[in-house]
């Protein structure tokens, strides 16, 4: 209760200094450290220092000659220095995003540290198809899909003999809250990515064997009907050289019949 009444004393003639807001992200079920960013105003006269979350849940209080206390609703799950008074939290889930802030308690009060973390949850896989492909032998266009959990994207990409572009610019994006899902060219590949601040997924897929494969499949196509035209030139031919000598056997005969 001690501590709890100087807090509140103290509050009353509070006079923040100066901290600027430290970003952050953690992967989910991942540990975190959030260090004070000025030490310099620790060096005596704190009889109280503590850490709170979302400034309405404190999560550990230090008081001069006596040892941390953990909130209940923290315990195993922070560590908290007594030289430098940096926390660590441990096995963060999404319910732990929010601000985190330090606070020190002597002859007036001081904000030294204040982090924004955010905790987000590994992105999902991507897959990376090719629908549609049409090459000759100085261009190939190509349409693609990257597809991940919750969303797709498709893309256009035209090639010459020299370089590659993708339709709408450098590359084709959808952006939600957290993630983001986009489509770019790379070093001869088409790559579908899909990332958080913390993770990140990738598939690729090279340009030059898939325009390759679209050609021999076409000249495969010109052969296959480049040898059944010639075939069916020859049976015709040969059909009209049959007829045209049963033709000529039965003018024959009649000739000899007549004579």
């Known amino acids: 209760m001690l501590i709890?009444?100087?807090?509140?004393?103290?509050?009353?003639?509070?006079?923040?200094?100066?901290?600027?807001?430290?970003?952050?992200?953690?992967?989910?079920?991942?540990?975190?450290?959030?260090d004070v960013q000025k030490p310099d105003l620790l060096r005596g006269g704190v009889h109280l220092f503590l850490w709170s979350f979302k400034s309405e849940h404190t999560v550990v209080t230090l008081s001069s000659n006596a040892e941390p206390r953990v909130h209940k609703n923290y315990t195993g799950r922070v560590e908290i220095s007594t030289e430098d008074y940096s926390l660590g939290l441990k096995n963060l889930?999404?319910?732990?995003?929010?601000?985190?802030?330090?606070?020190?308690?002597?002859?007036i009060y001081h904000r030294v540290a204040e982090y924004?973390?955010?905790?987000?949850?590994?992105?999902s896989p991507v897959n990376l198809t090719v629908g549609s492909v049409s090459s000759s032998s100085d261009s190939c266009n190509?349409?693609?899909?990257?597809?991940?959990?919750?969303?797709?994207?498709?893309?256009?990409?035209?090639?010459?003999?020299?370089?590659?572009?993708?339709?709408?610019g450098e590359r084709s994006e959808v952006t939600t809250s957290d993630t983001s899902l986009y489509v770019y060219l790379s070093n001869g590949s088409i790559i579908c990515n899909h990332s958080n601040q913390v993770s990140?997924?990738?598939?690729?897929?090279?340009?030059?064997?898939?325009?390759?494969?679209?050609?021999?499949?076409?000249?495969?196509?010109?052969?296959?009907?480049?040898?059944?035209?010639?075939r069916t030139v020859l049976l015709s031919v040969g059909l009209i050289i049959m007829v045209s000598?049963?033709?000529?056997?039965?003018?024959?005969?009649?000739r000899r019949k007549q004579e």
Request: hydrophobic content about 40%; some cysteine; aromatic content about 4%.
């Open 142 to 168: 190509l349409t693609v899909t990257c597809s991940a959990q919750d969303s797709s994207i498709s893309s256009s990409v035209t090639c010459d003999n020299q370089t590659c572009s993708q339709e709408g």
């Open 200 to 230: 990140c997924s990738k598939d690729m897929k090279k340009i030059a064997p898939l325009c390759q494969a679209n050609q021999v499949s076409g000249s495969e196509r010109v052969s296959g009907i480049s040898v059944c035209l010639v």
């Open 245 to 254: 000598a049963v033709i000529s056997v039965h003018l024959l005969d009649r």
């Open 93 to 107: 889930h999404e319910a732990d995003s929010g601000v985190y802030i330090a606070k020190m308690f002597g002859e």
């Open 4 to 34: 709890f009444l100087i807090l509140g004393l103290l509050v009353c003639i509070e006079s923040p200094g100066s901290s600027a807001v430290s970003r952050g992200f953690v992967l989910n079920g991942e540990d975190v450290r959030l």
């Open 116 to 123: 924004n973390v955010t905790v987000q949850e590994r992105v």
